[in-house]
């Protein structure tokens, strides 16, 4: 298995958070660090952007990039989650 992190660590610590929910992170590709894959790829879960997320090697704002892929990812186990109808804030 392949250890490879990311240089960022705000950005690794998202791809870690991805891992823990199922996702595969492929390092590799012409531009991108690598690429995040959601785990429910299917029509029902498209996360809004293709269950496919790129990771930036070096991204103008790794705190932003960084909570973009925490955004898209919980965006998808939302699905998974199926929690009833309950909005208990709080
Ligand atoms: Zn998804």
Known sequence: MANKQHPNKEIQAALEYAVT???S???GGSHAWGKIYCPYNDS?????IFCINSIS???RNPTNHAKQIRKVVDKCIRLEEKQPTTSNEG
């Not at 029902?44 to 809004?48: A, D, P, T």
């Open 21 to 23: 929910k199922g996702w």
């Open 25 to 27: 992170v492929k390092v």
């Open 44 to 48: 029902e879960c498209r996360c809004g």
């Open 57 to 59: 090697s070096t991204p």
